[in-house]
T-cell receptor, first 118, second 111 residues
Framework: GAGVSQSPSNKVTEKGKDVELRCDPISGHTALYWYRQSLGQGLEFLIY????????KSGLPSDRFSAERTGGSVSTLTIQRTQQEDSAVYLCASSLVGPLAGFSYEQYFGPGTRLTVT | DAKTTQPNSMESNEEEPVHLPCNHS???????IHWYRQLPSQGPEYVIHGLTSNVNNRMASLAIAEDRKSSTLILHRATLRDAAVYYCILLTFFGNEKLTFGTGTRLTIIP
């Protein structure tokens, strides 16, 4: 079946511009995560959506970062006034949560969006 | 949060078994041991998870020490496609399972 998809796959933008990154999770998955991974670094959590609950925004690095999830499906991560330190691969993951998942909480990742801020 | 410790890198010959160790001496009773891997230029991929008993799936086996302070991911017959960075992480049972990867173990497979 279809996995998690992300678009665009690559984005080059000038410092100070706004960017939008899109994530289409696996159909039926109620949980959606955004992470980022800088070159040669580990995975950094950004934000988590679960059903209709308020999102966990505790990982967002600044107020320039925001995300929304419409209709419990597609999610958009927006970075305003981009800075060079925002350059990274932005990864989206989705998972089933709760009894339907057998409590495994396995997360399925998309291929990521490579963001380069020049 | 309970942390994990893994070797930075390992090498293995193709078609040989690989044992990837992970130490988690401060693990709590509600922590599940999860393994993910990340192939070059790809997003992370779930491998296996367990709580107390050893686990097997089509990708690998997970051997968990009796005191749960360490675990070993076992690839029974490594192939070139298994070359990746392997991450061992602890996730609590409830709530928001935010994944936070460290540097993991970079596994190189020698043909």
């Amino acid at each position: 079946g279809a996995g998690v998809s992300q678009s665009p796959s690559n984005k080059v933008t000038e410092k100070g511009k706004d960017v939008e990154l899109r994530c289409d999770p696996i159909s039926g998955h109620t949980a959606l995560y955004w992470y980022r991974q800088s070159l040669g670094q580990g995975l950094e959590f950004l934000i988590y959506f679960q059903g209709n609950s308020a999102p966990d925004k505790s990982g967002l690095p600044s107020d320039r970062f925001s995300a929304e999830r419409t209709g419990g499906s597609v999610s958009t991560l927006t970075i305003q006034r981009t800075q060079q330190e925002d350059s990274a691969v932005y990864l989206c993951a989705s998972s089933l949560v709760g009894p339907l998942a057998g409590f495994s909480y396995e997360q399925y990742f998309g291929p990521g969006t490579r963001l380069t801020v020049t | 949060d309970a942390k994990t410790t893994q070797p930075n890198s390992m090498e293995s010959n193709e078609e040989e078994p690989v044992h990837l160790p992970c130490n988690h001496s401060t693990i709590s009773g509600t922590d599940y041991i999860h393994w993910y891997r990340q192939l070059p230029s790809q997003g992370p991929e779930y491998v296996i998870h367990g709580l107390t008993s050893n686990v097997n799936n089509r990708m690998a086996s997970l051997a968990i020490a009796e005191d749960r302070k360490s675990s070993t991911l076992i690839l029974h017959r490594a192939t070139l496609r298994d070359a990746a960075v392997y991450y061992c992480i602890l996730l609590t049972f409830f709530g928001n399972e935010k994944l936070t990867f460290g540097t993991g173990t970079r596994l190189t497979i020698i043909p």
